[in-house]
């Protein structure tokens, strides 16, 4: 390890709580033992007595079991074939549990068993619960207790919770059944043994989310008491104020509210009322989703964001967004406005929770656009895990509509799911006159440069168009770099002070005035769509080489307007 490595980690873990680096110690210990005397650590881990399971209530059916999610189907899963996140893969003959040459991300979802729902919703049941025994024993044998990505806490959680759900439809009175239960009482004292508050975020409430399920199942009520004490303590860290959930990703706050979503039914289930601090944040976090859904009524895929199926955002019940053209969520630092037919929301907070910067990209002041219900400016998404430079590219600052300083990232996002410095946003401020909403603020995230640069950015929307002030202060020459990211499909043409852009809500007049000479451009950049899966989208971009301050306006006008006052600069 260089000695520029050593300074990030140094970075980084200046950020992590003392506990996190203990229990990070104490996980690899047990992993290593765990490795090397896999019989034995499944003897000293032992769970519950099989002959205490009682199942889950025939009343309680999971997110994942109503949503009406495209699972692999019989047929599919019946020729050794498993479809997920996009990309189908032979089990072959005998089965491979382990795909060693596959993405990691997609070996994690193979062991979560999430995607056997589709066999539990098949018509022909008795030919499902065939092909569901027959991959169960070969992944039996296959993954080895203690090894691998299988028994890793996180997949080790959610294929838990699964097999606690399917038992019900896919093994209940078989010859499977009695194996089937050793091996969830297994799983119940592996993750008892390896909660993850090393990590903490999503990936705790999930452990604690399958140890519900797992004290349910094996009518274990101290169990249960445990876990959900342990579950209301992390909502008062995770669950914010404003109601978003802390990593601030929309999609891992709809994972995180489908996870208690689940929990709360499935104590109700059992005739018990769930305890009010989950209900609660469930309201919370209902009313923060409906606040953010954009106006095409897709999750918007800030930071290590991803598409949310449409079934399950409509099982998740956002409540319908607040009237009004402004509204701040303060907490998770993110502004809506809506104006006319303009849409936009702004990331004007933190990148990420100080302990916890896995999903954080280094985005901030960045926005997304719609007008007239139509997508114009995008975030980028995130389209892999898996360090490289892909996955640096869409964390970096030039993934996002924002402004970049000498080719650094306003937060110094590294490795897969890593950060150091991070920037900080102070200034922040908003008002609405005239049906003109305006809201500004400063952040930091450049102080590392010669000059400690600054960045001041101000929103003003109406229903004429959308005005984006930029300032960018400090001492010294640098090259300032905007960027502008387009929606895929989108055309541009560049013209005298600034471009026409055409996208499928029609064209758009961008005006550019600047304090200083500018080269404006066209990039082609590629936008995640999902899992592996890109398109190319135009970047409306433009660089300044000047001393600071330096000073640039951007004006969007629907084609129709182009008579509209540009209004004032920052001061």
């Given at each position: 390890?260089?000695g520029?490595?050593?300074?990030?980690?140094?970075?980084?873990?200046?950020?992590l709580q003392?506990g996190?680096?203990?229990?990070r110690?104490?996980l690899?210990v047990?992993?290593?033992?765990?490795?090397?005397?896999?019989?034995?650590g499944?003897?000293?881990?032992?769970?519950?007595?099989?002959?205490?399971?009682?199942?889950?209530?025939?009343?309680?059916?999971?997110?994942?079991g109503?949503?009406s999610?495209?699972w692999?189907?019989?047929a599919?899963?019946?020729?050794?074939?498993v479809?997920?996140?996009?990309m189908?893969r032979e089990l072959?003959e005998?089965?491979?549990?382990?795909?060693?040459?596959?993405?990691q991300l997609?070996?994690?979802?193979?062991?979560y068993?999430d995607w056997?729902?589709?066999?539990?919703?098949?018509?022909?049941?008795t030919?499902?619960?065939t092909?569901?025994a027959?991959?169960w024993?070969?992944?039996?044998?296959?993954a080895?207790?203690?090894?691998?990505?299988?028994?890793l806490?996180?997949?080790?959680?959610?294929?838990a919770?699964?097999w606690c759900g399917l038992?019900?439809?896919?093994?209940?009175?078989?010859?499977?059944e009695?194996?089937?239960?050793?091996?969830?009482?297994?799983?119940?004292?592996?993750?008892?043994?390896?909660?993850e508050?090393?990590?903490?975020?999503?990936h705790?409430?999930?452990?604690?989310k399958?140890?519900?399920?797992?004290?349910?199942?094996?009518?274990?009520?101290?169990?249960?008491?445990?876990?959900?004490?342990r579950l209301?303590?992390?909502?008062?860290?995770?669950?914010?104020?404003?109601?978003?959930h802390?990593?601030?990703?929309?999609?891992?706050?709809?994972?995180?509210?489908a996870?208690?979503?689940?929990?709360?039914?499935?104590?109700?289930?059992t005739g018990?009322e769930?305890p009010?601090e989950i209900?609660?944040?469930?309201?919370?976090?209902r009313?923060?989703?409906g606040?953010?859904i954009?106006?095409?009524?897709?999750?918007p895929m800030?930071?290590d964001?991803?598409?949310?199926?449409?079934?399950l955002?409509?099982?998740l019940?956002?409540?319908?967004?607040a009237?009004?053209?402004?509204?701040?969520?303060p907490?998770?630092g993110?502004?809506r406005?809506?104006?006319?037919?303009?849409?936009?929301?702004?990331d004007?907070?933190a990148?990420?929770?100080?302990?916890?910067p896995?999903?954080?990209?280094?985005?901030?002041f960045?926005?997304?656009?719609?007008?007239?219900?139509?997508?114009?400016?995008?975030?980028?998404?995130?389209?892999?895990?898996?360090?490289?430079?892909?996955?640096?590219?869409?964390r970096?600052?030039?993934a996002h509509?924002?402004?970049?300083?000498?080719g650094?990232?306003?937060?110094?996002?590294w490795?897969?799911?890593?950060a150091?410095?991070?920037?900080?946003?102070?200034g922040?401020?908003a008002s609405?006159?005239?049906d003109v909403?305006?809201?500004?603020?400063?952040?930091d995230g450049?102080?590392r440069?010669?000059?400690?640069?600054s960045?001041?950015?101000?929103w003003?929307?109406a229903?004429?168009?959308?005005?984006?002030?930029d300032?960018?202060?400090?001492?010294?020459?640098?090259?300032?770099?905007?960027?502008?990211?387009l929606?895929?499909?989108?055309?541009v043409r560049?013209?005298?002070?600034?471009?026409?852009?055409?996208?499928?809500?029609?064209?758009?007049r961008?005006?550019?005035?600047?304090?200083?000479?500018l080269?404006?451009?066209?990039?082609?950049?590629?936008?995640?769509?999902?899992?592996?899966?890109?398109?190319?989208?135009?970047?409306?971009a433009?660089r300044i080489?000047?001393?600071?301050?330096?000073?640039?306006?951007t004006s969007w006008?629907?084609?129709?307007?182009?008579?509209?006052?540009?209004?004032?600069?920052?001061?």
């Amino acid at each position: 390890m260089t000695g520029s490595d050593l300074a990030l980690l140094a970075r980084m873990a200046v950020h992590l709580q003392p506990g996190q680096v203990a229990h990070r110690a104490r996980l690899r210990v047990q992993r290593t033992a765990l490795r090397r005397w896999p019989q034995a650590g499944r003897r000293l881990l032992a769970g519950p007595d099989p002959a205490t399971a009682a199942g889950w209530p025939t009343a309680f059916v999971p997110v994942d079991g109503r949503a009406s999610l495209p699972w692999p189907d019989l047929a599919t899963l019946a020729l050794g074939r498993v479809e997920l996140l996009g990309m189908t893969r032979e089990l072959g003959e005998p089965p491979d549990w382990q795909h060693a040459n596959a993405p990691q991300l997609w070996r994690f979802h193979l062991h979560y068993w999430d995607w056997a729902w589709g066999l539990a919703s098949d018509a022909d049941l008795t030919a499902a619960r065939t092909v569901f025994a027959q991959l169960w024993r070969t992944w039996q044998t296959a993954a080895v207790f203690g090894r691998g990505d299988a028994w890793l806490p996180y997949p080790a959680a959610l294929r838990a919770w699964s097999w606690c759900g399917l038992h019900r439809d896919l093994v209940a009175g078989s010859d499977l059944e009695d194996c089937f239960v050793r091996e969830l009482a297994v799983h119940t004292g592996f993750l008892r043994r390896h909660l993850e508050s090393d990590i903490g975020g999503n990936h705790l409430i999930k452990d604690l989310k399958a140890l519900a399920g797992l004290a349910v199942f094996f009518a274990d009520s101290q169990l249960l008491h445990q876990a959900l004490r342990r579950l209301i303590r992390q909502l008062v860290v995770q669950v914010l104020p404003d109601g978003g959930h802390y990593e601030r990703t929309p999609a891992y706050h709809c994972q995180v509210l489908a996870d208690l979503i689940d929990v709360a039914d499935l104590v109700q289930a059992t005739g018990s009322e769930p305890p009010p601090e989950i209900t609660l944040a469930i309201r919370r976090m209902r009313r923060w989703l409906g606040a953010v859904i954009s106006p095409a009524g897709a999750v918007p895929m800030l930071n290590d964001g991803y598409p949310v199926p449409a079934e399950l955002l409509g099982a998740l019940r956002p409540e319908p967004p607040a009237a009004g053209p402004l509204l701040t969520l303060p907490d998770t630092g993110l502004v809506r406005a809506s104006v006319g037919g303009w849409h936009l929301l702004a990331d004007v907070g933190a990148p990420c929770p100080d302990e916890l910067p896995g999903h954080a990209h280094a985005d901030t002041f960045s926005c997304v656009v719609h007008v007239d219900g139509m997508p114009l400016l995008v975030d980028t998404g995130t389209s892999t895990y898996a360090p490289g430079c892909v996955r640096d590219y869409e964390r970096s600052t030039a993934a996002h509509s924002t402004v970049e300083v000498d080719g650094a990232d306003s937060t110094e996002v590294w490795g897969a799911f890593r950060a150091g410095r991070r920037a900080r946003v102070r200034g922040f401020s908003a008002s609405c006159e005239a049906d003109v909403v305006t809201f500004e603020a400063v952040h930091d995230g450049f102080r590392r440069l010669p000059g400690r640069p600054s960045h001041h950015r101000r929103w003003s929307l109406a229903s004429s168009g959308l005005r984006i002030d930029d300032l960018v202060t400090g001492e010294g020459r640098h090259t300032v770099t905007v960027r502008w990211h387009l929606v895929p499909g989108s055309a541009v043409r560049l013209e005298p002070g600034g471009a026409a852009v055409t996208v499928g809500g029609g064209t758009f007049r961008v005006s550019i005035t600047a304090s200083c000479p500018l080269a404006v451009r066209v990039e082609l950049r590629l936008v995640a769509e999902g899992f592996l899966r890109t398109a190319v989208a135009p970047v409306l971009a433009y660089r300044i080489e000047a001393v600071l301050p330096v000073r640039v306006s951007t004006s969007w006008r629907q084609a129709i307007d182009w008579s509209a006052d540009e209004g004032g600069e920052i001061a």
